[in-house]
């Protein structure tokens, strides 16, 4: 069996890149859902509807154990897929399979740090479900988080935008330069990619924390207390990459995202 890694795209290939070299030898099926993509400013039903399906998709594939990297859905339905949808599983060829996210993670390793006060970016979708803020108030309610949505990032990104990006970052950043955090969050797959562009729009003190340096040693830690998952998951150091919509421009960004060019290939009868 496998390691599925979801994400809406493109920005969790930096995630996969991390796990693998992380877990060298785990058998890893990534999925990135391009048909649907970006998933940062669309409803919560519709994000919901996309990821369950790339569920479906995933275990079909014979993945044990699916890490939903992409930030915006593991806010907008990841809690939704454990209550309701895993169970419906019970009885079914799937059954006892799971699917984590990157929430919780992330903030466990801020909270590991002893930070004070945490600052969060990432999508509209993100911030306006307060999914970070409530978790955050579960695991340590004396620590406080204030969040900045930066819808603009994902698309310069990924539409050759960079040039122009720090005019942007100056503006979505003016809080947390006028008023510090000890940390930043970087609450979206994509952000890793222009890090050195952030933390050169924030006082020295402010510490990044980024998802490709927390998720795959929350990974190790959790295959390592889950062996009904992690011994199930084949270990030949296979990697697969499916995506939804299949198009030139993905194959070249995903080379230049992933830093080698990546065989992915297109899930069959996706949209039917
Ligand atoms: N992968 C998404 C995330 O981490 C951002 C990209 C998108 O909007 O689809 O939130």
Redesign the pocket.
């Known amino acids: 069996m496998k390691l599925g890694v979801f994400?809406?795209?493109l920005?969790?290939l930096l995630i996969a890149r991390a796990i693998r070299s992380a877990l060298p030898d785990v058998d890893m099926l990534y999925f990135g859902d391009t048909l649907h993509?970006?998933?940062?400013?669309r409803s919560d039903e519709a994000i919901y509807k996309y990821t369950r399906k790339a569920m479906d998709y995933l275990f079909a594939q014979d993945c044990a154990l699916i890490v939903i990297?992409?930030?915006?859905?593991s806010a907008a339905a990841l809690r939704r897929l454990q209550q309701t949808y895993l169970p419906t599983l019970k009885g079914t060829p799937y059954a006892g399979r799971n699917i984590i996210g990157v929430v919780v993670p992330t903030l466990e390793a801020a909270i590991d740090q002893k930070f004070k006060s945490i600052g969060l970016i990432?999508?509209h979708s993100?911030v306006t479900s307060g999914v970070y803020a409530e978790e955050l108030k579960k695991l340590n309610p004396h620590l406080s988080m204030r969040a900045q949505a930066t819808p603009l990032l994902?698309p310069m990104i990924e539409q050759g935008g960079l040039p122009w990006i720090d005019g942007v970052l100056a503006f979505y950043l003016r809080d947390f330069c006028e008023d510090p955090v000890d940390a930043l969050l970087l609450?979206?797959?994509?952000y890793p990619i222009i890090r050195d562009r952030i933390s050169a729009h924030l006082p020295a003190q402010t510490q990044i924390m980024a998802q490709d340096e927390i998720i795959p040693q929350k990974l190790r830690d959790y295959l390592m207390r889950h062996p009904e998952y992690s011994d199930r998951i084949g270990r030949n150091g296979r990697s697969e990459f499916h995506v939804s919509d299949l198009t030139n421009n993905y194959l070249t960004a995903a080379q230049a995202l992933y830093g080698h060019a990546i065989p992915v290939m297109e899930a069959k009868d996706y949209d039917t």
């Not at 609450?187 to 994509?190: A, D, F, K, L």
């Open positions: 994400d809406s795209g920005g969790g993509l970006p998933y940062g400013n990297a992409c930030n915006t859905a990432a999508t993100i994902v609450g979206c797959t994509h």
